[in-house]
């Protein structure tokens, strides 16, 4: 296989944006490739969870490379539920390490807002089993409900752990001008106060609205290039050092051990496997937290503590900016949003902000390797990846 | 009307799946109509639960209680739970009623309420 490098990022604001959604694929795209330095690509792949529902426009990945005039490359439009983003990103991948291609887009975009918000949760509870789950009026906050009260009575952890974690990342957003949320929260005004439960009522008993993501419009994109394209465009070497993916059963009842994310163990194995490194030498991640219980699950699951531990580890400031283990500093899906078919991507724009050294207040120090996971269904289809600055 | 929630035995191995799958996940014997129906025992252990709050134009309630339920014969499964204040691990029995109104059809699953 051949080494391949990200030479260029770039992203829209995530928001509620009243453009088409090829255009903010587009936008996207174009911020990439000015980044990179290039006018012209051998292959485009397009993120996306709902054209053909929500928006109304299939085969989304056509209107997308004839809008920035890249045709006749050719483009295929990646649909693999939350973790749209990050399959495009293997799969873009794949293309240069084959020696295929030598410079792909990868963009991933999603304009949820063009529908109500309980549309938008039932679109999304399309991704859980059809006659075992959906039919009850299972929705991914209820999932992520009864997990969390699993949760809580094996690990123990409370309502407090998961209103720290929203906490950490909506202030990690504020230092992103591109995030979703520029609201400060505090303990006292989601939890501790008199009219905290008033600002912060249920959504699927025992999560409440700060434990759960916003529904966000917007889009990401990289350029991903062989070795000799990218050592050509002077930017940092930023390589693709791992990725590994795994699923799980569809419905979540079936699984031997409820409050295991067998999925994202397996995914990030794998991914370490291929970069020869161990949860160890990962200085920086970007973690799946469409719901705070994810943040920390997925932060054991990955390797970065013992399993059941994550919220300590919480506690005691280990996953801030300045933290032993730093997650999220964009703010992450909490913070930053969450436009299901870009989330993968622009985890990675994250990382590779970070190891470029270009994130300002929330800069990392140091940083010079890095881990996505990108967390598709409940836990049914993850891809982690890992990633390292090498100049 | 009474309608059933089956589980499906596998006719090389025994094992029992719910939901339906065409292959079976213990031995991956790969014939067609190897599965035997099995009704699902009604009864069992609810092992989580949640109340949502903000749902679908479907569902004509306020607060909706959902559950994973482990029945008597290990199987588990999902279902709709009415119990006005559910506790982990206590006994549940499972009616199967209408669920769900979609636009053209009425959609059948398990109502849990306690035991
Ligand atoms: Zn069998």
Redesign the pocket.
């Known amino acids: 296989m051949r080494d391949v490098y990200i030479i260029g990022i770039g992203i829209t604001t995530f928001t509620r944006l009243e453009y088409p959604l090829s255009e903010i694929a587009a936008y996207a795209s174009m911020g990439a490739l000015k980044d990179a330095g290039v006018t012209d690509v051998d292959y485009v792949l397009v993120a996306n969870m709902g054209s053909a529902r929500i928006n109304n426009q299939s085969a989304l990945a056509s209107a997308v490379v004839d809008t920035l005039s890249l045709t006749p490359a050719g483009a295929v439009r990646i649909e693999n539920g939350p973790a749209s983003g990050a399959s495009a990103i293997k799969e873009g991948f794949m293309a240069v390490a084959s020696g295929m291609h030598d410079t792909v887009l990868v963009v991933g975009a999603e304009r949820m807002r063009e529908v109500n918000n309980l549309e938008a949760t039932d679109f999304v509870a399309t991704l859980t089993h059809p006659m075992a789950e959906y039919i009850y009026g299972v929705t991914l906050p209820g999932h992520a409900a009864m997990f969390t009260r699993l949760y809580m009575e094996k690990y123990g952890v409370t309502e407090r752990h998961l209103a720290m974690v929203g906490v950490k990342n909506q202030n990690n957003a504020m230092l992103n001008k591109d995030a979703h949320l520029h609201q400060k929260i505090t303990m006292d005004g989601i939890l501790d106060s008199p009219e905290a439960f008033t600002n912060n009522p249920w959504v699927a008993e025992p999560i409440r609205f700060f434990d759960c993501c916003p529904v966000s419009d917007g889009g990401a994109a990289l350029i991903l290039a062989s070795k000799e394209v990218a050592e050509a465009s002077g930017k940092p070497m930023i390589r693709i050092t791992g990725i590994g993916q795994a699923t799980d059963t569809l419905a979540v009842h079936e699984r031997p051990e409820p409050t295991d994310l067998m999925a994202v163990r397996i995914a990030a194995q794998r991914a370490y496997e291929m970069a020869g490194i161990t949860a160890a030498d990962i200085d920086v991640a970007e973690l799946h937290d469409a719901f705070t219980i994810l943040e920390i699950a997925e932060s054991e699951e990955v390797g970065f503590f013992e399993k059941g531990t994550g919220h300590l580890a919480l506690e005691r400031g280990e996953t801030a900016i300045d933290g032993k283990m730093p997650i999220n500093p964009s703010g992450g899906l909490k913070g930053k949003g969450h436009p299901v078919g870009a989330t993968g991507v622009a985890q990675v724009h994250e990382i590779v902000v970070q190891l470029r050294g270009d994130a300002g207040e929330r800069q990392v120090k140091d940083a010079r390797t890095g881990l996505a996971c990108n967390f598709g269904g409940f836990g049914n289809n993850v891809v982690v990846s890992t990633y390292a600055r090498e100049d | 009307m009474e309608r059933e929630v089956n589980a499906y035995k ?6 029992l799946h719910y939901p339906f799958r065409m292959v ?6 790969n014939d067609y109509f ?1 599965f035997d129906i099995e009704p699902l025992p009604k009864r069992g252990k609810l092992l989580t639960f949640t109340f949502i709050h903000n749902l679908p134009a479907q569902f004509e309630v306020a607060r909706l209680g959902l559950g994973i339920v482990e029945l008597e014969n290990g199987i588990r499964v999902t279902g709709q739970v009415d119990i006005e204040d559910p506790t982990l691990g206590m006994d549940v029995v499972g009616n199967v009623e209408v669920v769900r109104h979609d636009t053209y059809d009425d959609r059948y699953g398990f109502v849990f309420r306690a035991a």
């Open positions: 596998c006719r090389k191995c025994g094992t079976c996940k213990n031995c991956r014997a190897e």
